[in-house]
């Protein structure tokens, strides 16, 4: 049981009821709900709050492999699998190119984990914060945090307001912010820093009929190389098709009308995307969001810490948003649990959890970064399995971003092809579909561009 404290906010404030708990976790998106249900299930007193109510709409529908290794410790596996669109692989595609190339995730190092699924984000993440409750946690929903304070051995101070405006006050031995893109605490604390290398923008919305892969490419998740940007196509429940588009600034400042209006004017410029797109009809809204890609300065504190998108968000190319959340959560759920006990010892846990999510946001961050360049672009479209690259690549592809050392050959050997490519390049050759490396006039010639 949550025990109940009538307590002074600070002076001058009304006397109000405070609601005591082991650990309150701000935001109930895959983050909060993860490490709330381990929390809760290890005996801890869990308060769960969601500044909204489920189901609701979140864009990112498109998990990876190493998801299902999340889903079986929160006995949800099956649960998902009867919600979701099977996900075999990953196709790319390119206006430039002409061509499409497949990566199929059972073709990765890792035999483990060879396939995941595409998710109504609604459902999904309904399903997630329902398992907290039945784990044990109390869940409150309609509740936004306004106000978090902390003092050194001390309970924290957290204000949330419903929708009604009235205040609620909550006294937690411990905080872990999942806020989402909100990142309550690290705006807060103005620590959050966005990533100048990769500074974009995308527009999105869910569409009928579009057309979708059938065969062995059937589920894939696809991505478009368009000019200035990216698309992803993404298949899921009931013939819906969630489309966005990724663009540079470039891209963006040149937008004219509505956010409608330029979704569907960038999906009429790209030959490949307009080809699937000839009878689908837009459902709902379409939505715009910028700054894709951010960290805050530290994701750890006396008394609280940031996971999944509160602390840092990746340009979600390689779909590992929802990946990075689970993973943080179940992380942050260890910190919490540890600190509980002995704060020096979390405290501890928590640096090497930071450093381990940095590590992987570097690790994808680098592709991420080159993914507008010529050259990257030629790499995934004529994918060498060199030195086991190939492998490797799908292997990152399926979410094995932690550094296990097994990806750590491939990886390197995939780097020093970029940078090697990358003076050819500057020498007026390009890797070739075939691939061998070629005078760009012939290679543009023989691409028929």
């Not at 530290?298 to 602390?311: C, E, H, K, R, T």
């Amino acid at each position: 049981m949550l025990d109940t404290i009538d307590t002074m906010v600070r002076p001058g404030d009304a006397p109000a009821t405070c609601t005591e708990c082991d650990i309150l976790i701000i935001g109930g998106g895959p983050a909060g709900s993860t490490a709330a249900a381990m929390l809760a299930a290890r005996g801890r007193q869990v308060v769960l709050l969601e500044k909204d109510m489920h189901p609701r709409f979140h864009i990112g529908e498109s998990l990876l492999p190493r998801n299902l290794e999340i889903l079986d410790k929160l006995g949800m596996r099956e649960a998902v699998s009867q919600m979701g669109v099977h996900k075999p692989g990953a196709e790319f595609v390119s206006d430039e190119h002409g061509d499409a190339v497949g990566f199929n995730f059972a073709d990765g190092i890792d035999k483990n984990y060879t396939y995941a699924y595409q998710v109504s984000r609604a459902d999904f993440d309904a399903a997630l914060f329902a398992n907290a409750e039945k784990a044990g946690a109390r869940v409150m929903q309609n509740l936004r945090v306004t106000e978090a304070r902390f003092a050194a051995g001390q309970r924290a101070t957290v204000v949330a307001s419903d929708t009604a405006g009235q205040a609620h006050h909550f006294a937690p031995r411990f905080v872990l912010d999942a806020s989402g893109r909100d990142t309550f605490l690290a705006g807060s604390l103005r620590t959050k820093q966005s990533n100048k290398n990769n500074n974009t923008a995308a527009a999105f919305g869910h569409f009928r009929n579009a057309e979708c892969r059938t065969g062995d490419r059937q589920g894939f998740i696809t991505v478009h190389l368009v000019r200035d940007g990216w698309f992803w196509m993404i298949p899921l429940p009931d013939d819906v098709m969630s489309v966005g588009f990724v663009g540079t600034q470039a891209a963006f400042k040149a937008r004219r009308g509505t956010m409608k209006e330029f979704l569907l004017e960038r999906i009429r410029a790209s030959r490949t995307v307009s080809q699937r797109m000839q009878c689908a009809e837009l459902i709902g809204d379409v939505t715009g969001t910028g700054n894709y890609s951010y960290q805050a300065q530290s994701a750890v504190g006396d008394g609280y810490m940031m996971i999944g998108d509160a602390f840092a968000f990746l340009d979600p190319i390689f779909s590992s948003g929802v990946l990075l959340a689970m993973t943080s959560g179940e992380m942050g759920a260890a910190v919490a649990d540890t600190w509980l006990d002995n704060p020096r010892a979390g405290l501890a846990m928590a640096r090497t959890s930071e450093r381990k999510v940095r590590r992987a946001m570097k690790t994808l961050g680098w592709l991420v970064y080159r993914i507008n360049t010529t050259v990257m672009r030629d790499m995934f479209m004529s994918p060498q399995n060199r030195f086991r690259m190939r492998e490797g690549l799908v292997s990152l592809l399926a979410g094995n971003i932690h550094g296990r050392p097994e990806l750590s050959l491939p990886v390197i050997a995939f780097k020093g092809a970029f940078y090697m490519l990358s003076l050819f390049y500057r020498f007026g050759y390009r890797l070739h579909p075939d691939g061998n490396v070629k005078p760009i006039r012939q290679w543009a010639s023989e691409a028929g561009v």
